[in-house]
């Protein structure tokens, strides 16, 4: 029997149990950083196959790795686990930890103790905490040869095209002082935070393809009888590649800058979010990925040009370590994730099938990965040329 069909079979006699899984988190969501209930459901998966867990990875509370294994090649699946404030699974994350928990488990048990080391990364706060850039620092994928995931989608995607993003908090200080009683005494730092906005819109019209800058005011003074001492923004910042988006980050500086200056106020300029780096594609993984998947009768394609689907955190794992971040369909493109609907579809009939032919397609790259030297220097080489 072929190992693809070994794989093929695993997954089938793990089929309900993944799905229950995918349910159960469906059916509890939490947000990020507060996935408690989430992350011992997983680990509790893992230590029952006989993975070693360790918890709190690069002290988060909710992270943790499982690994079966040791030495190099490492295949890593990432698992999301994060849910929407109001909107539970709305981005079917519970799809994802159930598929990288399924691709773990069916890849360890037909590997047959062959070299190597699969590893399954719990990543919490992917929507907008940043779990997997955190670890990433914290040196979590530094010994990695490949990390493998999919996200669940509207479309059928062999690669992400995500871009990278970050926030900034902007404040200007001023002067308080009644406008009608002593209107010369004030310094309107409103008012600078106003014209920065203003400055930010004329940038806005000459900013290269995928980069924008979106604000709004988190503080404008406390009374319409004072003039604002102190006025603060929140930015958010996207641009295609990581490079560009330190470009837009020193605009924003500069805008801000010059706005302090004209108007007389102090300036305070802070990152208020972790930075999500651009994902760069290894494209020989995903066309492997791709072909497996396709078997299944799910063909991906390339995605349509100038289409940008937000920013993950996958982004800082992918410029240190070969990775794949397909998108595969749950429902039609002409809906949306981040919805009701899109929540409801991620426990649905298509779902569970598209769950376990994801999970034989990633198995399968990583036993692809595991025994086939050739290919980890492609995928390393891939990395190489993406990161120029």
């Known amino acids: 029997m072929s190992l693809y069909q070994r794989i093929r079979e695993e997954t089938a006699r793990r089929a309900d149990a993944l799905w229950d899984v995918a349910s159960a988190l469906h059916a509890d969501p939490e947000t990020a950083f507060a996935e408690h209930r989430a992350a011992a459901l997983l680990t509790g998966e893992l230590e029952r196959a006989g993975f070693a867990v360790r918890r709190e990875t690069a002290g988060l509370p909710t992270a ?50 062959t070299g190597g080391t699969v590893l399954a990364v719990g990543t919490p706060a992917e929507e907008g905490g940043g779990g997997k850039a955190l670890e990433v620092a914290a040196g979590v994928f530094d010994e990695v040869d490949a990390a493998l995931m999919f996200h669940p989608g509207v ?30 005494e004030g310094i309107d730092a409103l008012a600078a935070l106003i014209e920065l906005f203003n400055v930010l819109s004329g940038l806005g019209r000459r900013l290269p393809e995928g980069s924008h800058v979106q604000g709004i005011i988190t503080h404008g003074g406390t009374a319409t009888n004072i003039v604002p001492e102190y006025a603060e923004g929140r930015f958010g910042l996207r641009a295609l590649t990581t490079a560009a988006l330190d470009e837009l980050a020193a605009q924003l500086r500069t805008a801000a800058e010059g706005v302090a200056l004209a108007t007389g106020t102090a ?50 794992v992918s410029g240190r370590v070969p990775a794949i971040h397909p998108f595969v369909a ?13 929540a409801e579809a991620a426990v649905s009939a298509r779902a569970r099938r598209v769950l376990m032919a994801v999970v034989e397609a990633l198995a399968c790259t990583a036993v692809d990965v595991l025994g086939d030297a050739g290919l980890r220097d492609r995928a390393w080489e891939d990395l190489r040329r993406a990161s120029v």
């Not at 190099?72 to 994802?96: K, M, Q, S, T």
């Not at 995607?157 to 908090?169: D, G, I, K, N, S």
């Not at 749950?330 to 899109?342: C, Y």
């Open 64 to 113: 943790f790795t499982a690994q079966s294994g040791t030495g190099r090649p490492v295949v890593a699946f990432p698992l999301e686990y994060d849910a929407l404030p109001g909107l539970g699974h709305a981005c079917g994350h519970n799809l994802i930890a159930a598929a990288g928990l399924g691709a773990a488990l069916v890849t360890d048990a037909v590997r047959d103790g």
């Open 155 to 184: 479309y059928d995607w062999v690669r992400a095209p995500l871009t990278a993003q970050e926030q900034y908090r902007v404040g200007f200080r001023g002067r308080a002082a009644h406008p009608t009683g002593s209107p010369t």
């Open 267 to 316: 300036l305070t300029v802070d990152r208020a979010s972790v930075r999500y780096e651009h994902f760069r594609d290894c494209a020989v993984l995903s066309e492997r990925f791709a072909g497996h998947l396709g078997r299944a009768g799910i063909p991906l394609t390339p995605p349509a040009p100038g289409v940008y689907l937000g920013s993950s955190d996958i982004g800082n």
């Open 330 to 342: 749950i429902m039609g493109a002409e809906g949306s994730d981040h919805t009701p609907e899109f």
